[in-house]
Nanobody, 127 residues
């Protein structure tokens, strides 16, 4: 059974850092692109970052460029989202998503591009 599970969320002060992990099982991990999305109260779900199957290409939302870094370790079936310089507006539930697809350019940050979703992990940025 294909499964992705997020971990690493929590409460952090503005300017702090968190490291989210997405652990995958039940499928050939290096055949899937992985993305992170977030959903804040009163807002639509937003694409944060994605990484292609090999890890060669990444994509970031403008709101997190320069602060967040996505990476993957195909040997460990894990994708990490390193989040630095966190702001209160980063507060949301963060979701990991996967799809067996590839693109000629950057991976997309649209929700309908991804087929498999985790349950999410809460990130709260507050003093």
């Amino acid at each position: 059974q294909l499964q992705v599970v997020e971990s690493g969320g929590g409460l952090v002060q503005p300017g702090g850092s968190l490291r989210l992990s997405c652990a995958a099982s039940g499928f050939t991990f290096d055949s899937y692109a992985i993305a992170w999305f977030r959903h804040a109260p009163g807002k639509e779900r937003e694409g944060v970052s994605c990484i292609t199957k090999s890890g060669a290409r990444t994509n970031y939302a403008d709101s997190v460029k320069g602060r967040f870094t996505i990476s993957r370790d195909n040997a460990k079936n894990t994708v990490v989202l390193q989040m630095n310089s966190l702001k209160p507006e980063d507060t949301a539930i963060y979701y990991c998503a996967a799809v067996a697809a590839s693109w000629f350019s950057k991976c997309p940050l649209s929700t309908d591009s991804y087929a498999y979703w985790g349950q999410g992990t809460q990130v709260t940025v507050s003093s």
